[in-house]
């Protein structure tokens, strides 16, 4: 068991958007400590969930360096307006968050986990920022690479309520509480053009990765897996491991426990310079 000190909620004003905040809360292994030039890893949500759901909070209670996780701007705690395209503004928030830890802590950002949009943002913030240069390792965990399908992925349901009333009220739940977020064609669009490709040319040369990926995913499809894998796995310095869950959605439903210890021990190996590229299986890693 963790026997981590209550967690630190903190409440970020937002430069670029007057009024809202980016709610989170960060996890310390040794509260009351110094932090200037400790590291910190951030978990990031993905679209229409919250800092706490599916793995992510699990995760955190288990992580052997401090953490941060936060709700992007509308969502849950946060406020502002939600997006569906909205990736370049979680990219700002997650600028904002960066600057925030590293101005009042001192931290340094060493590991990403991201969850679907939220690894699709994390990656660009590590081919675009300085920061980015110096991460250990990223997770992304059902992460999109081929944005263009969403024009194709919807079906009826979208188009109907298109040609009806010109936009799709999509209605979700989200911590217990019912959500609406509407979706305009000109929202597909945008989400299509969104550079996912930036990972072939600008990802760090020595920043480790691990995909973790459901095969049963019918959200995003265990194919984009492979692109990562393919994009991220020819690095001399840098290694890529992929892991495939056999049944698992694109929520990972019933398998967080899995999730949280294939990332524990990846890390593990990261810290102890013992990776290679390859497959991922707990307990044995094949070559590629």
């Known amino acids: 068991m963790s026997s981590r000190q209550p967690a630190i909620r903190l409440s970020i004003s937002h430069p670029d958007e007057d009024g809202v905040a980016l709610v989170g809360v960060l996890e310390q292994l040794e509260p009351g400590s110094a932090t200037r030039g400790r590291k ?7 679209t229409m969930g919250h800092k706490d759901y599916l793995f992510q909070k699990r995760l955190a209670h288990q992580l052997p360096l401090d953490s941060f996780r936060f709700d992007f701007r509308g969502a849950h705690e946060s406020g502002g307006k939600w997006y569906y395209a909205g990736f370049a503004e979680d990219l700002q928030d997650l600028r904002v968050v960066v600057k925030y830890l590293s101005d009042n802590y001192g931290y340094e950002v060493d590991l990403l986990v991201g969850h679907s949009r939220g690894s699709v943002v994390a990656l660009h913030w590590l081919c675009t920022s300085e920061e980015g240069k110096r991460v250990g390792g990223i997770v992304n965990v059902s992460g999109r690479y081929r944005m263009e399908r969403v024009l194709h992925d919807p079906g009826s349901s979208y188009q109907a309520a298109f040609d009806e009333q010109g936009f799709f009220d999509w209605k979700v739940t ?3 509480q019912p959500v609406i977020g509407r979706i305009t064609p000109d929202d597909l669009q945008e989400f299509a053009r969104w550079n996912s490709a930036v990972v072939w040319d600008h990802f760090p040369e020595a920043t480790d990765a691990l995909t973790i990926h459901g095969l049963a995913d019918k959200t995003v499809p265990a194919y984009d897996a492979t692109i990562y894998a393919r994009a991220l796995g020819a690095r001399e310095a840098g290694t890529h491991n992929l892991h495939l869950i056999e049944g698992a959605d694109h929520n990972l439903t019933g398998q967080f426990d899995e999730v949280v210890a294939v990332i524990l021990e990846w890390w593990q190996k990261h810290l102890q ?4 590229t390859g497959i991922w299986q707990t307990g044995n890693r094949t070559k590629l």
Request: hydrophobic content about 55%; cysteine-free; glycine content about 14%.
């Open 40 to 46: 910190i890893a951030l978990i990031l949500h993905g």
């Open 174 to 176: 989200v911590a217990r």
């Open 273 to 276: 310079g013992d990776l290679r």
